[in-house]
């Protein structure tokens, strides 16, 4: 029997689980990077030349989204590591990608079981910038979800601060596949030979240049992680309204209010088709996010893909747990962001 679409090919990446469907959209971004790509350099020996290896390891957490296959490809050598983000349900501590979370994290958003969210230890953080000094790499670019969030990106600073390894710490102000997205650009980035602060410029270039939309049935979640204030919690439920919302600066925040789940779908994908059409003409690049409502999620990127045609057909994921136990079931959420090699 085949196992369901988000269960397929899991990765462990210091943690790291992410299920997903990866369609020639993303393809690009890994030829690109096989061309580009030379072994690290191992711990140094005489006579060895050294000119011409990946200088630059890049990490993350799991709040980034990433393919699975996609990450896979990059971490035999140690030039890309996840940092799983730890989820509670009950008194069960659960790390993304060491174990299999996700019937229990549905079963427990559907029953209303309590669930939170923990940022990394800095000790996490700290054994993946030595295994990168340990495969010979000069320096770390760090990548996180947005600190308004969570504290992550401060795990990561204290972690960096007891490493000799140079670490650059980059705040994402996103989350999700926007958060990815920089991650993929700073791998490429690394692969074409670039120093740490190139590889952390070409990230930030391709995080500021992406927007997150999305769509959630109740604010609950949201409110109950501190995500979203309590009056706009009470505003969505009682009167029936169905938020659009939107990452803004790091945060969550309304964008538009609609009457009902049909027509807040409708207006997302408006919202998606108009941003898109604003960005230059072959570089716009689209990811979609769901839990617990895939066939949704295809049928919206399906949408999209008649909308968007000059745009590669979107990437469809399962949000990771950490960003799932806070939007909650039937989320459906959209990236909307641009190319970013070292060549743009």
Request: charged share 20%.
């Amino acid at each position: 029997m085949r196992p369901p679409a988000f269960c397929r090919r899991p990765a462990i990446i210091f943690g790291g689980c992410v299920p997903e469907r990866e369609p020639p959209a993303w393809i690009w971004l890994k030829e690109r990077v096989a061309r580009l790509r030379q072994p690290a350099a191992p711990v140094p020996v005489a006579d060895v030349p050294l000119a011409a290896v990946v200088k630059t390891a890049v990490v993350t957490d799991s709040a980034a989204a990433l393919p699975s296959d996609w990450v896979s490809a990059f971490t035999a050598d140690g030039r890309l590591a996840v940092v799983p983000m730890p989820v509670m349900v009950g008194n069960e501590i659960y790390g993304e990608g060491e174990d299999d979370i996700t019937q229990t994290l549905s079963l427990a958003l559907a029953s209303g079981a309590s669930v939170k969210t923990s940022r990394p230890s800095p000790g996490q953080f700290e054994q993946a910038y030595l295994a990168a000094q340990r495969h010979g790499f000069e320096a770390v670019v760090s990548i996180h979800i947005s600190s308004e969030l969570s504290g992550t990106a401060d795990a990561a600073r204290l972690a960096a601060a007891r490493v000799a390894i140079p670490v650059e710490v980059v705040d994402s102000r996103t989350v999700g596949m926007a958060q990815g997205m920089g991650v993929q650009s700073a791998v490429v980035a690394a692969a074409d030979g670039q120093g740490a602060a190139e590889v952390r410029g070409f990230a930030e270039k391709r995080m500021e240049r992406t927007k997150v939309y999305f769509y959630v049935p109740s604010l609950e979640q949201l409110r109950r992680g501190g995500r979203i204030g309590a009056a706009a919690s009470l505003f969505g439920t009682v009167l029936a309204i169905k938020p659009i919302l939107a990452v803004d600066g790091g945060r969550i925040v309304p964008l538009e209010k609609v009457r009902s789940a049909v027509r807040a779908v409708a207006r997302l994908e408006e919202i998606v088709a108009a941003d898109v059409a604003s960005r230059p003409a072959g570089q716009q690049r689209l990811a979609v996010h769901h839990f617990g409502n895939q066939l949704e999620a295809e049928a919206l990127a399906a949408r999209l893909s008649e909308k968007c045609p000059d745009c590669p057909a979107p990437q469809i994921s399962a949000l990771p747990a950490v960003l799932a136990a806070h939007a909650g079931l039937g989320v459906l959420a959209v990236i909307v962001g641009e190319s970013s090699t070292p060549t743009d």
